[in-house]
């Protein structure tokens, strides 16, 4: 190593200084430079990690042999492998004896290390910790290291990079997800809705123009767009989309209200427009089922508990309303005076309403959501369970209105899906 050599020297001609008065003699004083004889050489500087050929060699490192001292000399190398730029820090460097080992030919007197596309995929996602899909560049180091003898030996160094591909994926995660372009009057977040931590949802006015979807992740940024290229929308139905680096954008057509939902799970967006929103649920029955009493229609914005886990008094559950479906309703113990919910009960839309004669009716009279009916179409009452899907019966016939599920005790987060009729419960 050039740097060991010249401090080596700069002692010696500092002692020759100090001598003496004689004159100074260059042929008699000058030390001839070190000759290192080792060589390094990446055999395959461009590699593609294969994942169909995990346990097969990608790349390849070979050396020659140090230069030749006295036998009083133990010469060892060491190894070493590592992302450029990380400078071989303890926490990211693969170092030989420990993470891999080399081998010497006796044929060619040369030393080499082998890594597989398994190693080194495996190190990039973990050790490495790199961006999915970006390559990224190698350092290969050999240090060839004297021990013993009478003198210090300046060691040799030498360094070769590889330039590595890795196994190109599908990347559909999140980190923040976003709405630009012109089409918003200003960058703003898309969030994660209560109920599914892998659907995002927002309403809000977009003018005509182009709409972005950027995502972060993993310290990069995104694009979502339709798998097939195109630019336009398919107004209220679920699109195909992939995330890409290339920036990409939806050309909105008119000004007006949009609902935006991306269901990260099945790699879809939909984009509402207010012609093909969905709707809030409204339930049109006959008080008390009976068919002489007249219609009433109510939108249900909330639900009301009653029955034993109530106390057999009425609870107004505050529910929040999913900004991807309307129809969709959350109890959130973590942000509701309730806190949790347990015990048996149905749940009423409304807890008092009046028909068109301007007749009052109360819970008992309304239409209401709870277990199914026997096979026979008799009320009965079921227990659901933990963290399962439990399908609910609507109605507001006497059978139903007088059949009880059971809802866990402790649920503090339950899920309500009126467009499915389904109830989830869970604890969090």
């Not at 990380?86 to 060619?108: E, L, M, P, Q, R």
């Not at 597989?116 to 190190?123: A, G, I, V």
């Not at 972060?216 to 798998?227: A, C, P, S, V, W």
């Not at 129809?327 to 113990?333: K, L, R, T």
Request: proline share 4%; charged share 20%; net charge negative.
């Amino acid at each position: 190593m050039k740097p060991i050599y010249y401090i080596k020297a700069a002692v010696m001609g500092a002692a020759v200084l100090a001598a003496a008065s004689c004159t100074y003699d260059p042929y008699e004083t000058d030390i001839d430079p070190t000759v290192e004889t080792m060589t390094l050489k990446c055999e395959n500087p461009m590699v593609e990690i294969d994942e169909n050929n995990l346990n097969a060699p990608a790349l390849t490192f070979t050396w020659s042999g140090a230069r030749h001292l006295p036998e009083e000399y133990v010469l060892t190398y060491k190894a070493e492998l590592d992302v450029l730029g990380n400078s071989f820090g303890s926490k990211t460097v693969i170092t030989s004896g420990v993470g891999f080992d080399y081998t010497y030919d006796d044929a060619t007197g040369l030393y080499s290390a082998t890594f597989t596309n398994e190693q080194l995929n495996n190190w990039y996602k973990d050790r490495w910790a790199l961006p999915a899909n970006k390559n990224f560049t190698l350092e290969f180091r050999v240090m060839a290291q004297w021990n013993g003898g009478s003198e210090f030996e300046a060691p040799e160094v030498r360094k070769v990079s590889a330039e590595v591909k890795p196994i190109q994926i599908i990347i559909f995660d999140c980190d923040r997800m976003m709405l630009g372009g012109n089409a918003i009057a200003e960058a703003t977040d898309i969030n994660k809705t209560l109920e599914n931590e892998n659907v995002y949802a927002w309403k809000g006015a977009l003018t005509a123009g182009e709409l972005q979807i950027p995502i972060e992740f993993d310290g990069l940024t995104y694009y979502l767009r339709n798998t097939d290229g195109s630019t336009d929308i398919t107004d209220g139905t679920a699109m195909a989309v992939e995330m890409t680096e290339t920036k990409s954008a939806w050309n909105i057509p008119a000004a007006g209200d949009y609902r935006i939902v991306v269901n990260m799970t099945e790699k879809t967006a939909t984009i509402y427009s207010e012609a093909t929103d969905l709707k809030p649920l409204v339930v049109t029955f006959h008080p008390s089922g009976a068919d002489t009493n007249p219609e009433v229609s109510i939108e249900v914005s909330d639900l009301y508990a009653y029955g034993g886990g109530t106390g057999w008094g009425v609870k107004t559950l505050n529910l929040v309303q999913s900004l991807a479906d309307p129809q969709v309703f959350i109890f959130d113990g973590a942000n509701n005076e309730l806190k949790t919910l347990g015990g048996q009960m149905k749940f009423c839309i409304s807890k008092s309403f009046t028909d068109s004669n301007g007749t009052s009716y109360n819970q008992n009279n309304s239409f209401c959501y709870t277990c199914p009916l026997t096979a026979e179409g008799k009320r009965q009452n079921i227990n659901a369970e933990l963290n399962k899907v439990f399908d609910l019966n609507g109605a507001a016939d006497g059978e139903t209105r007088n059949s009880y599920m059971g809802v866990p005790s402790g649920s503090n987060f339950i899920v309500f899906d009126l467009r499915h009729n389904t109830f989830l419960a869970s604890k969090k």
